[in-house]
């Protein structure tokens, strides 16, 4: 079982940043992947990066240059630093993490807003 609590959302100005946390509590040594997600109103859920254990990552085409996921191991969290951020950005970010079982395991969301 994993647990995921995501935490960093909020208001922010177009052009600005925000870093969104996830903590990972459990079998973290079980995780293949992590990734986020969002979902904006009326939307589907979105990829928007992910990172493997071996830190490969992987971005969705729009935000690509303006976001970066990264993980610390040691504190089992995983991070997606977000710049220049755009109103076509405002949802509720998910944190999402596949175990090496093929289960996968969602936190309960975080939400942001970018005001034009």
């Known amino acids: 079982q994993v647990r995921l609590v995501e935490s960093g959302g909020g208001l922010v100005q177009a052009g600005r940043s925000l870093r969104l946390s996830c903590a990972a509590s459990?079998?973290?040594?079980?995780?293949?992947?992590m990734g986020w997600y969002r979902q904006a109103p009326g939307k589907q859920r979105e990829l928007v990066a992910t990172i493997t254990s071996g830190s490969i990552t992987n971005y969705a085409d729009s935000v690509k240059g303006r976001f970066t996921i990264s993980r610390d191991n040691a504190k089992y969290t995983v991070y997606l630093q977000m710049n220049s951020l755009k109103p076509e950005d405002t949802a509720v970010y998910y944190c999402n993490a596949d175990l090496i079982t093929g289960r996968e395991f969602w936190g309960q969301g975080t939400q942001v807003t970018v005001s034009s």
């Open positions: 459990g079998i973290f040594w079980m995780i293949n992947q």
